[in-house]
């Protein structure tokens, strides 16, 4: 066994196999695998191997296309071919029109990576699948490329190709204990020796708090039984001539595949059960649970009615197993929190369907630093510090639940909610807010109308819209007032701390006392990295000169490793997170002055205090820390509080506001203000695929000064560039442009919506997309297909609502 490498891979399931091959198709040789048993001896060998398309955004999507072209071609090797039924083709039910025009959304979404779904009415769905009745059904989604594979096989298949390239795989090879240096370099300690490497990667299925807790860390994954049984033959599947379609049933909670000629039936049943919470036995390998049909009982009756051959036909098999969920059923792939050289690629529900190209997106990340995809969405770093056990438990046995029924435009699921609340939380549930969750705080959506108010879930403009185009009145007309937790908020002190900043932002950063400016961070490649306010606070009694960085609350973790990672030993900057200890109240609108002036001594006018100023001061009792800054295109100001006196500020501020009829508004409002301005929102028009230019951000970019990207954006300036953010104005009533949805010139799909909301001030449905260079000029007339409807769009310029910005320099 080698006792130094470049990469410790640990686990031979998917995961393990997955990143081992791609590592070195990405041009590392030096790697190893370290596996406790044998290869795919954990959720691996019992899975049901099911190989779709279909994912929930253009990532997910992105990938399972890698793993199908990938799984292809390992089927189609002469010297070790692999068991692939490649193309069988699956169907998703569907029992309302609700669900059918979501169908009709991810058949739009997945377009524009060229996945071309088909969505097909009732009678389409018994004519390609036979043993289903149409009976409470409306129609399905179509993947053409659906199929099953083996595991086993493709598992050595990886590994075989793995080695083929210089890997090296050590099997019934537990890993004891991991050690990281001080030079960020680690020592996996195994039973038959200790191997040094530069990288560790944790893909240890459902053991992977067991290896997390070798290096100290607890990842939100667990494990769910999970039962499908294998029934016996089928005269009419025997006689059909052609292999079924995969079936994946939302109404009754069930799937099956072909499985020689019979069928696999799974199920994902209510009454469903965690497993491994206490501790997994060590002898656990290639074993299952215990079987419990009676659990599945409701579920089976669905099953039956959706196909009566079930209740004619013996049951041959039964298999019950642990998989593996996470907090919102996506896969933790990519940097482990609060660590260097540490990755893991965990949480495969779907694993042996997804796994190739997790690997291959995790291995680009290892050897260049990002993916060809963003993606955020498989980040371990989305999940922060409220991702404890027993919350990922439940929203683990939610999504299990939930399995085949996909979220709908504003649901916000039951389980686990309330993990991150500030004293505001109970306050505002009484004035009636509908809550929205962003990165576990519950945050304020809206302000329903009666308590008993519950719009429909639709992809469409739900009744929630009047509620919010009269919020977005309040502020445009008077004042509003609205919390924001959650804010990510570090603050940088030390002699250095204007210079790194300076160092890690493309464009200048303000370095004048009680002024506040904004900025761009981009990563090795000239990508866009994040997105930061800068605030320069004075020295007071509350403590010295300091910087207050400030950015999306999903970004805790992220930023703060990508702020960290680039301190150099010998700069003296300190950073704090003030993540969870303060909160941010939102007063917007032309009133918004005269509230404030009327709770705070001081000089709150236009000349002592200017947009983009910071000041100390108290809102009533409260001590807080204002700036002039608008997200909503108002006069308006950010007041950050301790978490300690917000409910005195919200109270002081809630009385003066009664003179000017100030109402309280939610995230939805906000939206779409945000929209109708031109800002731009992280992780949803700002990503990874694209740089400052092609972003529309010029503005902030100087490139006569150094900072990190800088040699990589100016390859890319001499490149050219080939798409750019646009915004649209969508000629169509019934519903917004989802994130996702294709841009069309024609039957070309020409670009991807982004963010898209209705504008109630200038009574416009508005949308941002990525559209090609060539038709990206204003007046440029597009089409969005937005739930299989073919809307008109015409590219315009940002920020249609006061252009001048005016009203926020008021």
Not at 542 to 551: E, F
Request: with cysteine; net charge negative; aromatic share 8%.
């Amino acid at each position: 066994m080698k006792s130094r490498t470049k990469v410790v891979v640990i686990g031979g399931g998917i995961a393990g196999c997955s990143t081992l091959y791609h590592l070195t198709q990405e041009g590392w040789s030096d790697v190893v695998l370290v596996e406790r048993d044998e290869l795919t001896s954990g959720t691996t060998w019992h899975s049901a191997a099911q190989v779709t398309n279909f994912g929930m955004n253009q990532t997910m999507v992105g990938l399972k296309t890698h793993s199908i072209n990938l799984y292809k071609e390992l089927s189609e090797d002469p010297e070790y071919p692999i068991n692939y039924h490649h193309a069988d083709g699956g169907i998703r039910l569907a029992n309302t029109e609700e669900q059918m025009m979501g169908y009709r959304h991810f058949a739009s979404m997945a377009r524009g990576m060229d996945v071309h779904f088909e969505v097909i009415d009732a009678e389409e769905c018994a004519r390609r699948h036979p043993l289903i009745s149409t009976e409470n059904l409306v129609g399905g989604l179509w993947d053409p490329l659906d199929g099953d594979i083996d595991p086993a096989q493709l598992c050595q298949a990886l590994a075989r190709r793995a080695r083929n390239a210089g890997a090296e795989v050590y099997r019934n090879t537990p890993v004891t204990g991991l050690t990281q240096h001080k030079d960020d370099t680690w020592t996996v300690h195994t039973v038959k020796g200790d191997i040094d490497c530069d990288i560790v990667v944790n893909a240890c299925g459902y053991r992977v708090n067991e290896v997390g807790a070798m290096m100290g860390v607890h990842h939100p994954v667990m494990s769910m039984e999970h039962q499908y049984f294998l029934t016996e033959e089928i005269p009419a599947i025997k006689e059909a001539g052609h292999r079924m379609p995969l079936l994946r049933c939302p109404i009754s909670d069930y799937y099956s595949r072909q499985e020689k000629n019979g069928l696999l039936v799974g199920f994902y049943e209510q009454g469903c059960k965690t497993w491994g919470m206490d501790g997994i036995d060590p002898k656990f390998v290639n074993a299952l649970c215990p079987d419990d049909l009676d659990r599945v009982t409701d579920v089976l009756e669905g099953a039956f009615a959706r196909m009566p051959a079930l209740m004619e036909v013996g049951i041959h098999t039964v298999v019950n197993g642990p998989i593996t969920y996470t907090i919102d059923g996506a896969p933790l792939v990519g940097p482990i929190p609060g660590k260097r050289n540490a990755f893991c690629i965990i949480g495969l529900r779907a694993g042996l369907g997804e796994g190739g190209g997790h690997g291959w997106l995790l291995a680009q990340q290892i050897v260049h630093g990002e993916a060809c995809y963003d993606t955020w969405c498989l980040d371990p770093r989305r999940f922060t510090g409220h991702a404890n056990v027993e919350l990922t438990a439940l929203k683990a046995i939610e999504d299990y639940q939930n399995e085949f029924r996909f979220h709908f435009p504003n649901e916000h699921r039951p389980a686990g909610r309330m993990a991150k609340t500030t004293p505001l939380t109970p306050v505002l549930a009484a004035e009636g807010a509908e809550f929205t969750v962003v990165n576990g705080w519950e945050r304020a959506e809206y302000f329903k109308p009666a308590k008993e108010f519950h719009p429909t879930h639709t992809f469409g403009f739900d009744e929630a819209e009047p509620v919010v185009a009269a919020e977005v009145k309040a502020v445009q007309e008077g004042v509003g007032l609205c919390e924001v937790n959650g804010f990510n908020r570090f603050e940088l002190t030390g002699a250095d701390a204007h210079g790194f900043l300076d160092r890690m932002f493309c464009g200048l950063v303000t370095r004048r006392e009680g002024r506040v400016g904004l900025g761009y961070l981009l990563n090795h490649h000239g990508m866009i990295k994040g997105e930061a306010t800068i605030a320069n606070i004075p020295a007071s009694d509350r403590g010295g000169a300091r910087i207050w960085y400030g950015s999306a609350a999903a970004s805790e973790f992220h930023d703060m490793d990508w702020l960290t990672s680039h301190l150099r030993a010998d700069e003296d900057v300190q950073i704090r997170s003030l993540t969870n200890e303060q909160t941010i109240l939102v007063l917007a609108g032309p009133k918004a002055r005269d509230v404030l002036s009327a709770v705070s001594r001081g000089d709150w006018s236009k000349g002592a205090f200017p947009w983009l100023s910071v000041r100390e001061c108290f809102v009533g009792i409260a001590p807080a820390t204002v700036m002039a800054v608008s997200f909503s295109g108002e006069l308006a100001y950010e007041i950050h509080v301790p978490n300690a006196s917000l409910y005195a500020a919200y109270l002081a501020l809630r009385e003066a506001g009664e003179a000017h009829g100030m109402r309280l508004f939610g995230a939805r409002a906000v939206e779409s203000m945000r929209l109708e301005k031109g800002f731009h929102h992280w992780k949803a028009d700002l990503i990874t695929e694209y740089d400052p230019f092609e972003t529309g951000l010029n503005r902030f970019v100087r490139m006569d000064k150094e900072f990190v990207g800088k040699s990589a954006l100016v390859e890319r300036m001499a490149a050219g560039q080939k798409r750019k953010l646009v915004c649209l104005h969508v000629d169509y009533a019934d519903a917004r442009a989802h994130p996702g949805a294709s841009v069309m010139v024609g039957d070309k799909v020409v670009g991807t919506v982004t963010s898209g909301a209705w504008g109630h001030r200038v009574a416009m449905n508005l949308a941002y997309a990525f559209v090609d260079r060539d038709v990206a000029g204003t007046g440029a007339q597009l089409s969005i297909d937005i739930c299989g409807d073919m809307a008109e769009a015409e590219v315009i310029a940002f920020g249609p609502y006061d252009p001048a910005f005016e009203k926020v320099r008021a």
